[in-house]
C-alpha cells in the first residue's frame, strides 16, 4: 500500500480510502465491521463517513469497530456535516454555526472518539456566508475536537474563496476536497484539479467506479428498453458503453478486472491523492484492492483520453450530485 500527504498536511494516508455509505443498511452489507478489519489489515488507514449515512448508524459501526480492534489512534477518520437531520428542524441542516457544532459533538458521540481527524462541510450553501462556517470549524479545531477540516462536491471557485477567507481572518484553512470524479466524468480536471495543486488542496474523489457502472454489471441491453423520460434514457447510452469497451480491452491486456484498472487510472492521475472505495462485501473490497499493483502508462492514459477526453464528461448518473454552487447571498 502507498502512502500520500493529506493535502499540505504531515498526515499520510493509504492511495484508497474506505468508504461506508452503505454501513448500517444490512440489504446491502451484511457485516461491515469485517469489511473494516480487513481493510484495516490490508494497509488502509483513511475510513470515510457522514453524519446522514444509514441516519447515523454508519458512524455507530465504525466506532464499535474501531473499539473492538483497538486501532483508532492509526485511522485518519474523516466524517461530513450539512444534510437535514430532522426535516422538521429548520436549524438542523446546512452549514451555520450552530447546526456544525451540534453535529460535530453528535459524530463524536457515535463513533465513540474524543476527535475527528477530518471534518467536512458536505455540500456548500449559499445562504451562509463562508466566514460564519469557517469560524465554526476553526473554534471546533482549537477546541481539539477536530484535527483538520475540508469540503465535498465544492466547486473551485468557492474553495478558493474559503482559502481567501482564512487567510483574510486568520483561521484554519481548508486542506481537501472530496469531488466525484470517475474515467466517464473528468469535468474536475478543468478548474478543481489546478486549483488544488496550485493551493496544496487534497483531491479524494467519491464515485471512483461511477456508481457501479465501470465494473461491467450494466450492459448495452439497457439502450434499448422502453426508458424514455427515465434516468437510464439519459445515462446508459452508446458513449458510455463505448469507454466501458475500452476499458474491459485494457482490463483483459493487464489482466486484472474493469474495476482494478478504473481504480488505478484514478489514483495516479495528476492531483488525486485517495479515491474513496466503497465494497458491499469482502470479496469486492479484495477486488478493489488488486488495484494497488496495476501499472498505469501512458499508452494506457491516451487510449482513455481517446474515448473520454480530459476535462469532458459523459452522461452519467453520478454528474446528477446536487450542490449549491452559489453565488453566496452574504459577502464577508
Request: aromatic letters at 8%; one cysteine or more; glycine letters at 6%.
Amino acid at each position: 500500500m502507498e502512502y500520500r500527504n493529506l493535502g499540505r498536511t504531515g498526515v499520510k494516508i493509504s492511495m484508497f480510502g474506505l468508504g461506508s455509505l452503505l454501513f448500517g443498511k444490512p440489504e446491502y452489507i451484511s457485516d461491515p465491521i469485517d469489511i473494516i478489519d480487513q481493510a484495516i489489515d490490508a494497509g488502509i488507514n483513511y475510513i470515510d463517513t457522514a453524519n446522514v449515512y444509514a441516519g447515523g448508524a454508519s458512524e455507530e459501526i465504525i466506532g464499535k469497530a474501531l473499539q473492538k480492534n483497538g486501532k483508532r489512534s492509526r485511522i485518519i477518520l474523516a466524517t461530513k456535516v450539512h444534510f437535514s437531520v430532522n426535516r422538521k428542524d429548520p436549524n438542523a441542516c446546512g452549514n451555520s454555526r450552530h447546526h456544525i457544532i451540534q453535529q460535530c459533538d453528535r459524530s463524536l458521540q457515535r463513533l465513540q472518539t474524543d476527535y475527528i481527524d477530518l471534518y467536512q462541510i458536505h455540500r456548500p450553501s449559499s445562504e451562509v456566508a463562508i466566514d460564519e462556517t469557517l469560524r465554526a470549524l476553526d473554534d471546533l479545531i482549537r477546541s481539539g475536537k477536530v484535527r483538520y477540516i475540508g469540503t465535498s462536491t465544492f466547486a473551485a471557485w468557492q474553495i478558493v474563496e474559503a482559502l481567501w477567507a482564512s487567510n483574510e481572518f486568520k483561521l484554519n484553512r481548508i486542506i481537501s476536497e472530496h469531488p466525484p470524479y470517475h474515467i466517464l466524468d473528468r469535468s474536475i480536471e478543468r478548474e478543481l484539479i489546478p486549483m488544488a495543486l496550485t493551493y496544496d488542496v487534497a483531491i479524494l474523489p467519491w464515485s471512483p467506479l461511477a456508481g457501479g457502472f465501470i465494473s461491467g454489471k450494466y450492459n448495452r441491453d439497457l439502450i434499448h428498453l422502453p426508458i424514455k423520460g427515465t434516468k437510464l434514457d439519459r445515462h446508459f447510452n452508446q458513449y458510455a458503453f463505448d469507454a466501458l469497451d475500452i476499458i474491459k480491452s485494457i482490463a483483459l491486456e493487464k489482466q486484472c478486472t474493469p474495476s482494478q484498472f478504473a481504480l488505478a487510472w484514478c489514483t495516479r492521475q495528476p492531483g488525486i491523492t485517495a479515491p474513496i472505495i466503497g465494497p458491499r462485501t469482502v470479496q469486492q473490497l479484495e477486488n478493489s484492492l488488486g488495484a494497488v499493483d496495476i501499472h498505469i502508462t501512458d499508452e494506457d492514459r491516451r487510449r482513455i483520453d481517446a474515448v473520454t477526453p480530459p476535462g469532458q464528461t459523459i452522461n452519467f448518473p453520478e454528474i446528477d450530485y446536487q450542490a449549491d454552487f452559489g453565488p453566496h447571498q452574504y459577502r464577508w
